[in-house]
């Protein structure tokens, strides 16, 4: 189907003329499009982009908002706030968050995190945005699915939103939601209703992430323009294509997982639950295995740790190879490793169940396939830093942000590695290591690519720049506090300090940690402020920017910049350029940078 | 399409998602069978025969199988009337087939093997209860190919969307077949 089609609506009306990949047709007629269908029920993916982008924004303040209430109880355990009961009412009786109200919050703050802004928030919008105009396409394989996609989203958004204000509160038995405390009502009253919205709302969300994931595999695989083969493709596309084919294996499992637990929950089945007292009261269970919903679980947990940071990556090799003006080093050998990656993904999931009283000799080849993964993970720290190496760097905040990824994720993935060995990992577990452990691997390095992404493609975006100055500050505020935040949390999670836990101030063992976590709380307060910075530049920005006057401003290879500086929907007005070399040409043949489409000279050395 | 003769030997990509879409509910069974066969191997497992009937909905889901790839022959050929005679006929079948999955259950509650029975029951509810709602999906599929077999306005003669039905038609066909074949020999 050529990318003409995909345009003009559903129904394959029968075309004539063999306009091969609809180049022939002009298609700068501009229907007059009605406020509902440019801004709201958008098909054009860049739109739909936006809207992913915005929604996650969203989410990310709130999510955040939540980390700072839980973080102040932690730092500051004895203290009262007054302003707390203003806004939570008896969730914080007497200005002090109450125990449910905490697990709710940390709950929330991962569901959240996890879920609605690094997985929707980047990758949905970085996806939607990227793919047809690196790959040249005038938009996705499927608009109207894609647009379902983020109405999915919104409606889980809504249902999640939703579950804050019932009377028992949200979920609050963890991101995870293990039963039997998630399947059980009578357990907490987190695991009532509010536990309900959270199975609907990710219910929904996994319906959205398939079928957008279809959407981007389909779009990459079959809507390439003339010239654009696969090796040609940059990074990013190469990265959201491995992220979706792991989501759309991945996420179908978990949603089992989901159904089971609801049949526990409403249809009196054991599949998760065993001989239990709950409240005095012996339950008629029998049999059930709670570890199953772990495997389930983490089946999707471990991939979709990958699915947050795959787009990442990809999207900081773009940023790093266009800001040292320099070819990427290793480009096959960055498909190979993502590629490695997405394999291994789906064969470590029980190195969250070391402890679980999984059989130790299993527990042997998940050591060993977890290490592995340490192999492609390396090779592309290697290739970056090589790409940098002696490169005419610009700091842009967006190269900043790059290099700052490739910096949290080395400290990160460092202690994935101890981690990753059974026998340190029973001292480890559930502490403050593993908290340590995947913010700073995340957590912090997907923002960074998802900054360095916002930075470097708003300008195609919005036809305008973000605020440098601001962006420098956001920058260097937010690289010192993430590492003031989480790395004095490897030693809490090494002197055995829990993960989870509402008040360490009764442990004999922990009073030596009072002040760091004071201190942790009060540079998380600081970095959140920093964050509502770069949301006010991110706001102000789209209407008061500084304009884009070329369309090309980073000098880039790649076929987003040779559309026009705001394009519409189809985003080249006249015929979709042919492709005629990879995208890293940078600092060739004594040239700055040669643009995808121009072809490649008799006298050109290849690269 | 017309426009596909540049690129007629690439798979169209409504077909092309319909197949990932597949992979996708694929994923989720092996997660029910897997799960399935883990607690298998726990204590207190509790094997039974399967309800005779669902023998009876497989041949009715394979005669299914049978009436939409006709129908997709006919639609070829432009045989409206027919097509229209053997998508429908598809539809009851699928509507046929649920109705014996239901009384299957019906079976297995009499044999005192309710949903809160043991797990192993429990299993073949959900399992099979997802089973027919993916059915369903192909029954509500169909009726919309029907409406729209009698638009005038808009006259489609791509064969796509037919196609793209049919294949996801024979694939919860074989969907059930490697449920049944599983859940009879994995007891
Ligand atoms: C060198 C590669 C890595 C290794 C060997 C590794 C290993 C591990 C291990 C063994 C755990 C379980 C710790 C425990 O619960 O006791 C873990 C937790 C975790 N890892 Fe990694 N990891 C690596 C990289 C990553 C990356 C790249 C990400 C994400 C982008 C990530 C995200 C997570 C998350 C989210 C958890 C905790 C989930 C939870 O319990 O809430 N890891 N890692
Ligand atoms: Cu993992």
Redesign the interface.
């Given at each position: 189907m050529s990318n003409e089609a995909t345009l003009h609506g559903q129904h394959e009306v029968i075309h004539h003329g063999d306009d091969h990949h609809g180049n022939g047709h002009d298609h700068d007629h501009h229907h007059e499009q009605s406020f509902i269908s440019k801004y709201v029920f958008s098909m054009d993916h860049k739109m739909i982009a936006k809207q992913f982008l915005i929604t996650g924004i969203i989410w990310a303040i709130i999510g955040a908002l939540f980390s700072v209430l839980f973080r102040l109880q932690l730092g500051y355990p004895d203290a009262t706030f007054p302003w707390l009961e203003s806004i939570l009412g008896h969730w914080a009786e007497g200005g002090r968050i109450t125990p449910q109200a905490y697990y709710a919050l940390v709950t929330m703050h991962g569901t959240i995190l996890v879920f609605f802004v690094l997985t929707a928030g980047l990758s949905g919008t970085f996806s939607n945005f990227l793919i047809p105009l690196q790959v040249g396409a005038r938009d996705m394989a499927s608009p109207f699915m894609n647009m379902l996609s983020y109405w999915f989203f919104f409606m889980a958004s809504m249902v999640m939103m939703a579950s804050f204000f019932v009377q028992t509160g949200p979920a609050s038995g963890g991101w995870t939601a293990y039963p039997p405390l998630s399947a059980l009502g009578d357990a907490s009253i987190g695991s009532k209703i509010g536990m309900d919205l959270w199975l609907v709302s990710m219910a929904l969300f996994v319906v959205s992430q398939l079928l957008g994931g279809l959407n981007y595999i389909s779009t990459i695989l079959n809507l390439r323009t003339k010239g654009m083969s696969m090796t040609k493709m940059p990074l990013t596309i190469w990265s959201f294509f491995f992220t979706a084919v792991l989501g759309v294996l991945s996420f179908p499992v978990l949603l089992s997982g989901f159904i089971l637990l609801l049949f526990d929950r409403h249809g009196g089945t054991s599949f998760y639950l065993s001989e239990l007292f709950v409240k005095g009261k012996v339950l008629p269970n029998e049999g059930g295995s709670a570890i199953l919903y772990q495997h389930l679980f983490w089946f999707l947990g471990h991939p979709e740790v990958y699915i947050i940071i795959l787009p990442a990556m990809g999207m900081v090799s773009e940023v790093l190879a266009i800001n040292s003006r320099k070819p990427i080093f290793g480009y096959l050998a960055m498909v190979g490793s993502m590629f490695a990656i997405a394999i291994l993904a789906f064969l470590v999931w029980a190195h969250h169940m070391f402890v679980t009283g999984l059989n130790p000799f299993l527990g042997a080849f998940f050591v060993l396939l977890t290490l592995l993964i340490a192999v492609p993970s390396a090779i592309k720290v290697f290739n970056w830093i090589t790409t940098i190496w002696k490169g005419n760097i610009r700091f842009t905040p967006g190269s900043l942000f790059s290099i700052g990824f490739v910096s949290t994720f080395i400290s990160g993935g460092l202690t994935g590695i101890w981690l990753g060995n059974s026998s340190i990992d029973i001292h480890l577990h559930d502490t403050y290591f593993v908290i340590a452990h995947f913010h700073i691997v995340m957590g912090v390095s997907a923002f960074f690519g998802m900054f360095a992404a916002i930075y470097h493609w708003f300008p195609k975006m919005y036809g305008r720049y973000l605020n440098q100055t601001i962006g420098f500050i956001h920058f260097w505020i937010t690289m010192a506090g993430a590492y003031l935040i989480f790395w004095p949390m490897h030693y809490e999670g090494m002197a055995g300090m829990p993960r989870r836990y509402f008040d360490y101030s009764g442990w004999e063992s922990f009073k030596m940690f009072t002040e760091l976590n004071q201190f942790i709380s009060f540079v998380v307060i600081i970095v959140f402020a920093t964050q509502l910075l770069f949301v006010f530049n991110f706001f102000y920005s789209i209407f008061k920017g500084r304009k884009v006057t070329t369309t090309n401003p980073w000098q880039a290879t790649t076929l987003e910049w040779t559309t026009p500086i705001n394009p519409g929907h189809g985003n080249w007005p006249g015929e979709i350029p042919e492709v005629h070399r990879w995208p890293y040409d940078y600092s060739k043949d004594g040239k700055d940078f040669i643009p995808q489409t121009v072809p490649v000279s008799a006298d050109e050395s290849a690269h | 399409?017309?426009?596909?003769?540049?690129?007629k030997n690439?798979?169209?990509?409504?077909k092309?998602?319909l197949w990932?879409?597949m992979?996708?509910?694929t994923?989720?069974?092996?997660?029910?069978t897997?799960?399935y066969v883990?607690?298998r191997s726990?204590?207190?497992w509790q094997s039974f025969e399967l309800p005779s009937i669902f023998w009876i909905s497989t041949a009715v889901i394979l005669a299914s199988s049978l009436t939409i790839h006709l129908a997709v022959r006919q639609f070829k050929q432009r045989n409206m009337s027919r097509y229209k005679q053997l998508i429908t006929l598809t539809a009851i079948l699928g509507v046929l087939f649920t109705v014996c999955q239901i009384l299957g259950f019906a079976d297995m509650m009499k044999h005192n093997l309710p949903?809160?029975g043991p797990?192993s029951a429990?299993?073949i509810?959900?399992i099979v209860g997802?089973h027919i709602l993916h059915v369903l999906g192909g029954v509500v599929t169909l009726m919309v190919m029907f409406v729209r077999a009698y638009r005038t306005r808009?006259r489609?003669?791509?064969s796509?969307?037919v196609e793209v039905a049919a294949t996801y038609w024979h694939f919860v066909d074989l969907l059930w077949i490697y449920l049944l074949v599983f859940l009879s020999l994995a007891r």
């Open positions: - | 399409m017309a426009t596909m003769s540049a690129q690439k798979i169209h990509p409504h092309f998602s990932i879409a992979g996708s509910i994923m989720m069974f092996i997660g029910f897997s799960a883990v607690k726990q204590a207190n949903l809160d797990v429990s299993f509810y959900v997802v808009i489609t003669y791509s796509v969307p």
